[in-house]
């Protein structure tokens, strides 16, 4: 394939992606931002896939059975707790400006620039030689492309411009610094570069999807054919299993553990993840679709692998199978596809490291140290800001020529994952401090910097200085004999522990003696304040007051903050920053000079513009710098924090105990409403009472003042007027002895005497009683009583009553020619009814309640004002209502069923069988006529 | 569904995830399947789809907090 051809491609294919970028960022300059959606989020994690998994994953595969796929398991298990972890980590980021992963951890052990730094170093050590593996795969499989059949020249031969990696290096480099360092942000957000890395992800993805349903579908008929054919030649494949993997079931687990730590403290996916993340809702859908795109990719790496075993020779290195697979094809379009693929894989990552990288390299390593040089500080009239551009620039460059000197130098000796592992494990010495000071307020920040020095070192020594004996720097007898001849420190065997694969070995000793370090040191060391404050500030992140306590108290004027701010941010930035804190500001102070005091809140989003384009750490000298006074000590913030909390748990009480109020108000309402009818009640009752009693007292008195006077009255006058007088008092007493009843049901001191009664006897006494009476108006009584005994459980007396007065009620009302009344006695389910019914007018079905009422017959004869009383206290129903109940049964009114009169029903509870007791009552039915 | 909810079922499906995806279950599934080869990639990449059909199933689900 022609040289040319390929290096117009691949400059299209950068030019195409600079367009994305530029586009990217001009819509978020105009506020249209386009990165807002969860799906370009885990597009953009998806730079995690680099030119190691395009190239690599088949390699390895090929080599070391289903062991790549612990790279994708381990960010799995990872992104299973993004909703839990990463989102306290980008909400941490958010509020305090963080701009890498070395911002974060130093500003979590009280913006430590120490710590910073040392991160910063660990990272360019760490990335080094990922970005010579980038370097190297671009340059492999350009050369594969070029020379295929013959095998691809030896690298690091010629001299260095007449090397093609030299070359990618550079025009990389350039490509990066052309998007990723165009303005400094306040935020250190780069939409364009999201865009672009979104975009690189789907070109990937549909790269490889495309060769893998070219090897099984087009090589082979399908996957069975391929399957079936790489089992016949079974001595050259590996069987896939567990056995294929290096350190076998504890490499395993190890190789997941380091996929799983590196995936988050790579300085790239904390760049993506956290960093640019624009809204932490998109990390609910990221966290399964992400490692969905991680299954995706995966999918056709086994066949694959597969078929370039099966090619033999002509498959040239297993790294290379998805290139030769199509090249020995004789396919043209093909090959040019998957280094395409390959090539966004590799751009991204080296685009999004470097820039991560440099940031961390300019503010942690080159501007404090910068800070340090009083002239520079001192000199307001120059603008910093085209310096830390400048700064980064330079660092982008140097990185990629560190990256391109190890590939040079010592890519030759490593397979891609070799250099990816090594890569890996040294991030992963980021995971202690990152992780553990998310959750553990103690851990400090001495502890946290021995912590990483010490894990470092071990990494160093475990799989750096090896590697290095391995490309030939250092004699081999250092892995095999140990250091001095001493075989308990060979890198490979610390302290005589063999039988684990060398990635695992070496996480297991460092993390031991990171996460030891850590812990123990941090247990007998004493935070600073501000350390104690950004622990307490980290810890509680998922707590939504923390993040807005301003935590300044120190005073400087917007005059001095304004000088500051422009040096290092710029006009516009700085213009921008103190417009939004101006209109409170003018509002509120009538001096409109410059010299007037800035207040707390600028002050505070000052340290966070600062913090944004320098990092915490150097934000934190410069406002120190014009700022008189302390920020708030631990005791304040933490007093802040507790106070919150404190008043969050007061109003919860307080809502607790309001609606506890407002429910015993209501209760208390509704009681004194019920209290007022009551007494409403009491005081109609009273007026009745007196009204009842004065009737026959006045016509007692009245003929007693006649029997007085008139001396000369004839007898049988005197008789008449001695009788009413009789007959009056006895409607009194009767009267009385009723009050007295009600007054005793309803206070409930009423005794009563259950004892077991016949009801069919009881009810043919009481009609035996009261017979005379229907006689003598004439009234036809007809009584029908069951065949056998009913027995109920009542005061026999009291029952008595109630019944003669049912009695004497329909006795009253009756009419008409032949007047009728009938008393029936029938079981009904578990109970005895005895229903009374006449032929009277009946009670209208919404009086039926009424009657029940005390006195209510009085007020209907009040309203109709009629004189045709059928006499009585109307004290009657309400008073057996009572007994009736007190008896355990009811009394109501229903429906007439035989008379079309009134029909009231008592109901009883059935009693169990008793002996007879009295002589046998008539048979039933029978009549009695009046 | 409460935000603490939420989390504790995620923490809970991590480990139904770290389980399924190392040894001893592993090896359960680490034997010839077909043709001579062993079953364990084929399992792996059943177990993944699982375990993210259900972390969608959890994170879709929910209501913001």
Known sequence: MSDWLLVAVAFSYLGILFLLAAWGDRRAEQGRSVINSPSIYTLSIAVYCTAWTFYGSVGRAAEAGPSFLLIYLGPTLAMLLGWVMLRKMVRIARAQKITSIADFISARYGKSGLLAALVTLIAILAIMPYIALQLKAVTVSHAILTDYPELPSKLGEEVFWQDKSFWVALVLGIFTLLFGTRHLDASERHEGLVVAIAFESIIKLLAFLILGLFVVFWLYDGPTELFQTAAQKSEQITRLGLEAVPGGASGWV??????????????????????????????????????????????????????????????????????????????ELLPLIVFIGGLAAATGMVIVETIALSTMVSNHLVM???LR?????????????????????????????????????????????????????????????????????????????????????????????????????????????????????????????????????????????????????????????????????????LRPEVMQTHLWLGQTSREELHQLLTRYLGQEATHKLFQRFQTEVTAEA?????????????????????????????????????????????????????????????????????????RIGEELRSANERLRELDRLKDEFVAMISHELRTPLTSIRAFAEILRDSRDLETDKREHFLGVIVKESERLSRLIEEILDLARLESGRLRLNPEPVDFRQLAGDSVDAITQLFQEAEIKLQVQLPTQQAWVIADPDRLQQVVINLLDNARKFAKGKPAQVTLTLEAWK????????????????????????????????????????????????????????????????????????????IELPRAPEQEAKADAPPAAPSEKTG | MKGSLLQARLVGLLLLALVLFTPPVLLVFDRPAWLGFSGLPLYLFAAWLVILALAAWLLEGSKDE
């Open chain 1, 254 to 331: 190890g190789t997941l553990l380091l996929a799983s730590l590196a995936f988050i403290t790579l300085p790239r996916q904390f760049q993506v993840l956290v960093v640019e993340n624009v809204d932490e809702r998109h990390l609910k859908r990221a966290s399964w679709l992400f490692p969905l795109y991680l299954v995706a990719i995966n999918l056709f790496v086994i066949p694959v692998a597969l078929a370039g075993l099966l090619l033999g020779d002509a498959g040239q290195e297993p790294d290379s199978f998805v290139l030769t697979l199509p090249l020995a094809a004789g396919l």
């Open chain 1, 373 to 541: 040089w009083k002239w520079l500080h001192l000199d307001p009239d120059r603008n910093l800001s085209s310096w830390l551009l400048g700064i980064r620039r330079i660092a982008i460059l140097v990185i990629l020529f560190l990256g391109y000197l190890y590939h040079a130098l010592l890519g030759e000796s490593y397979s891609l994952v070799t250099i990816g592992l090594v890569s890996f494990a040294a991030a992963a010495q980021f995971a202690p401090s990152l992780l553990l000071g998310l959750y553990w307020r103690q851990a400090s920040a001495k502890g946290a910097t021995l912590g990483l020095i010490g894990g470092f070192l071990i990494w160093a020594y475990t799989l750096l200085l090896p590697g290095f004996a391995q490309s030939g720097w250092l004699p081999l007898s250092l892995i095999e004999e140990g250091p001095w001849g001493l075989a308990a420190l060979k890198p490979y065997a610390l302290l005589g522990l063999e039988g684990l694969d060398i990635y695992t070995h070496a996480l297991f000793w460092s993390l031991l003696v990171n996460l030891g370090l850590l812990i123990a040191v941090s247990l007998f060391t004493r935070q600073k304040h501000l350390e104690q404050t950004q622990a307490a500030l980290f810890t509680e992140a």
């Open chain 1, 830 to 905: 578990n109970n005895w009814r005895l229903a009374v019914e006449d032929n009277g007018p009946g009670i209208a079905e919404e009086e039926r309640e009424k009657v029940f009422e005390k006195f209510h017959q009085i007020q209907q004869e009040a309203a109709s004002n009629s004189r045709q009383r059928p006499g009585g206290s109307g004290l009657g129903l309400p008073i057996s209502r009572g007994l009736i109940a007190h008896l355990g049964g009811r009394l109501w009114v229903e429906d007439p069923k035989k008379l079309k009169g009134a029909r009231l029903v």
């Open chain 1, 590 to 662: 009538n001096r409109s000079e410059e010299d007037q005091l800035a207040p707390p809140e600028l002050v505070a989003a000052a340290e966070q513009a600062l913090t944004g384009a320098l990092g915490s750490t150097s934000a934190r000298v410069l406002i120190n710098s014009v700022v008189r006074g302390e920020a708030l000590d631990l005791e304040a913030v933490l007093s802040i924090l507790d106070t919150t909390s404190q008043t969050l748990e007061y109003n919860k009480r307080l809502e607790q105990k309001s609606a506890e109020l407002a």
């Open chain 1, 368 to 370: 404090p140290l910068l």
